[in-house]
């Protein structure tokens, strides 16, 4: 699942349109510099939830049965609601003793008291089928109601295609730089020459219609299924 997260580019540049061009004098030879922005609006195709349940007992062989009867419930549940075992992955029971600490007033003296066994185990749900595990994510209180003590996590939401969107976007990036810098070349009567330096910001991608801040090593919003991808790309280009 990690192949599709976005390896990080070179370096981050994110700047403002009106404030992103740069026309300087280096060694006696006239450049511009522009920076062009590529933006793409998308909807996960890909949803990964998961959630834990646990049973506590003083004998470690009744919480294994009880365990084992909730895993089959919550199996059985899931099947019911269009979701295939083959994409349910259940974890190895984490077994804990739980031990309290008594005091004792009278004696000034502290005492640990076995309180039983706390055994959980996690599921973990992974699709392509979005809005159907978006829904169950969200019902999930019917388990709860048959006796199951299960603690929901909020889904996490990815996109399968994102080296393909990167390569669009990489392209209307150039494509807008290069815009740039023809229209300040000729409003300051001077024409385009040969490409001199390109260079690529970092990929981010936020919740569209969201306030999320920009990082310098690169955003991956996961908890929205709407989401907004940018990159910028930076050239340098001789003028004439």
């Known amino acids: 699942m990690k192949n599709y997260l976005i390896l990080a580019a070179t370096s981050i540049i994110i700047a403002f349109i009106g404030r992103d061009a740069i026309i300087k004098r280096n060694k006696g030879e006239n450049t511009i510099t522009v920076t062009g922005l590529g933006k793409k609006d998308f909807t996960s195709d890909l949803i990964v939830w998961s959630g834990s349940f646990s049973r506590k007992s003083f004998n470690l ?129 001077a024409k385009l020459g040969d490409l001199r330096k390109a260079s690529m910001g970092v990929f981010q991608i936020i919740a569209q219609n969201s306030s999320e801040d920009y990082s310098w090593g690169g955003s991956f919003n996961t908890y929205s299924k709407h989401k907004t991808a940018t990159i910028t790309t930076r050239l340098e280009y001789n003028i004439k």
């Open 61 to 189: 062989k009744e919480a294994y049965a009880e365990l084992d009867k909730d895993r089959e419930l919550l199996k059985k549940y899931l099947v019911s609601k269009g979701i295939p075992e083959k994409n349910m992955v259940f974890s190895a029971v984490n077994i804990m003793r739980d031990i309290n600490t008594d005091y004792d007033p009278s004696t000034g003296r502290s005492r640990s008291v076995f309180t039983g066994f706390n055994l959980t185990q996690s599921v973990q749900v992974e699709s392509s089928e979005v809005d159907k595990v978006e829904e169950v994510s969200r019902s999930v209180t019917e388990i709860i109601n048959q006796g199951v003590e299960f603690s929901s996590n909020s889904p996490e939401y990815y996109y399968t295609k994102l080296a393909e969107l990167k390569v669009e976007m990489i392209a209307e990036a150039t494509r807008d730089a290069n815009s740039r810098a023809e229209m300040i070349a000729k409003n300051a009567n």
